[in-house]
C-alpha cells in the first residue's frame, strides 16, 4: 500500500469511527494534513476500493471502511499507544486493594465508562487456578477448617469433619506439609496428586501424611469450578447505533448472559502476550458476527483470567486497545502483590 491510500484510508476510518457516516472526498480533503487535489482524492478511494478496505453503502453516499480495512487500519496504520500518565494513576487508584471479585467489578466498570462499550473481567476457573498456601483450623472435636489460597488472591474454605485427634500444632504440621507439595501447581493438579497418593500410600505409620491427604481430599471435592463472569453495565452499548435492531441486541445479550458462550469466545481469541483484536466473522460465535472484542489476559502468565471491551466494530481503537493493555498490567500487579 503507498503512502497516499495509508493516508486516505486513516481519515476515512478515523471519520467513520467518529461519526458514525459514510465519509465523502470533501471530508477527506479537510481531514488530510496536506492538500491533495479532489481527483487525486476519489482516484485513491476509488483504488482502496479496489482493494476491498472502503466500500460504498449506496450510489450517493461516501466511504465507509469493510472489515478488511478495519484489520488493515488496527494492524498496520494505528502504531502502539500508551494512556496519558494522569489518566493511568487515576486508573491505578481505582483498580487499588479489596477483594479478588472486587477488582475485577472495578475494572469491568473502569472499561465501560472510559469506552462506552461493554466491558468484560473474566476469572479462571478454580480448577485452574495456581495455589499458594494451606491451613487447617480446628473449629471443633469434630470439625476442622481447610483454608486453601491461590496466587491471584482467592480463598477457599471448606468445613470437614474430622474427630478431634492431636491438637492445633499437629494440624499445622500437617498443613505445612499439604503447602510444600502443593504450592504451584493448580487445584486440578492438586485433586489428581492427592489422590494418586493417596491410593499408593501403604506405610500407615504415616499417620499424619494419610490424615492429611484425607482432610485435603475431602476440602478440594466439588468445588465450584465455574468461570467467574463480571460484565458492567449493558447500558453502555444502548445508544450505540449498530444496536439498534431489535434482535441483533438481544442476540449479543443472550450470548452474554450465557457465560459459556462468552468465555469459549475469548478462549479462542485471546493471545497470552498481550492486546488481541478481532472482529466481524473473526469471531467464532454468530451473535458476536457485528462486534469488535478487544481482550488481554492478565495475571503472571496470563493464567488468572482475561478483560476485555465488546462494542460494534465502529470502535475507538486508539483509545480502547492502550486501555485493556494498561488495565491488564494492573490486574497483573494487583494479583501478583
Do not use: N
Amino acid at each position: 500500500m503507498s503512502e497516499r491510500q495509508a493516508e486516505v484510508l486513516r481519515v476515512v476510518v478515523s471519520s467513520w469511527i467518529g461519526q458514525a457516516a459514510p465519509v465523502g472526498s470533501e471530508t477527506v480533503a479537510q481531514l488530510l494534513p496536506v492538500p491533495w487535489s479532489s481527483a487525486t482524492i476519489r482516484g485513491t478511494l476509488a483504488e482502496l476500493a479496489e482493494l476491498g478496505l472502503v466500500t460504498k453503502p449506496h450510489a450517493s453516499a461516501g466511504r465507509m471502511p469493510t472489515e478488511a480495512g478495519l484489520r488493515f487500519f488496527v494492524s498496520r496504520l494505528l502504531g502502539p499507544r500508551r494512556l496519558a500518565r494522569e489518566e493511568m494513576r487515576d486508573l491505578a487508584a481505582e483498580v487499588e486493594g479489596g477483594d479478588p471479585h472486587g477488582l475485577r467489578r472495578a475494572a469491568s466498570r473502569l472499561l465501560s465508562e472510559r469506552t462506552r462499550q461493554l466491558g468484560f473481567v473474566l476469572a479462571a476457573p478454580l480448577a485452574e487456578l495456581e495455589i499458594a498456601r494451606v491451613s487447617l483450623v480446628r473449629l471443633s472435636t469434630s470439625r476442622v477448617l481447610a483454608v486453601l489460597v491461590t496466587r491471584e488472591g482467592t480463598t477457599l474454605r471448606r468445613v470437614v469433619a474430622e474427630e478431634g485427634r492431636g491438637d492445633q500444632a499437629e494440624l499445622d504440621r500437617m498443613a505445612a506439609s499439604l503447602s510444600d507439595s502443593l504450592a504451584g501447581g493448580t487445584l486440578a493438579d492438586a485433586r489428581a496428586r492427592l489422590a494418586a497418593e493417596s491410593r499408593s500410600l501403604r506405610d500407615r505409620a504415616d499417620r499424619l501424611r494419610a490424615r492429611a491427604l484425607r482432610l485435603a481430599l475431602e476440602a478440594l471435592a466439588a468445588p465450584d469450578d465455574e468461570a467467574d463472569v463480571v460484565i458492567a453495565t449493558r447500558l453502555a452499548v444502548l445508544d450505540q447505533p449498530e444496536f439498534q435492531d431489535p434482535e441483533r441486541l438481544r442476540d449479543l445479550f443472550r450470548a452474554i448472559e450465557a457465560r459459556d458462550r462468552l468465555i469459549a469466545v475469548v478462549d479462542q481469541i485471546l493471545d497470552p502476550k498481550g492486546v488481541t483484536v478481532r472482529l466481524g466473522d473473526e469471531l467464532p460465535d454468530p451473535a458476536f458476527r457485528h462486534c469488535a472484542l478487544v481482550a488481554a489476559p492478565y495475571g503472571a502468565s496470563g493464567t488468572v483470567g482475561a478483560l476485555g471491551v465488546i462494542g460494534p466494530s465502529r470502535m475507538d481503537y486508539a483509545r480502547v486497545i492502550p486501555l485493556v493493555g494498561y488495565l491488564s498490567e494492573l490486574m497483573t500487579e494487583r494479583f501478583s502483590a
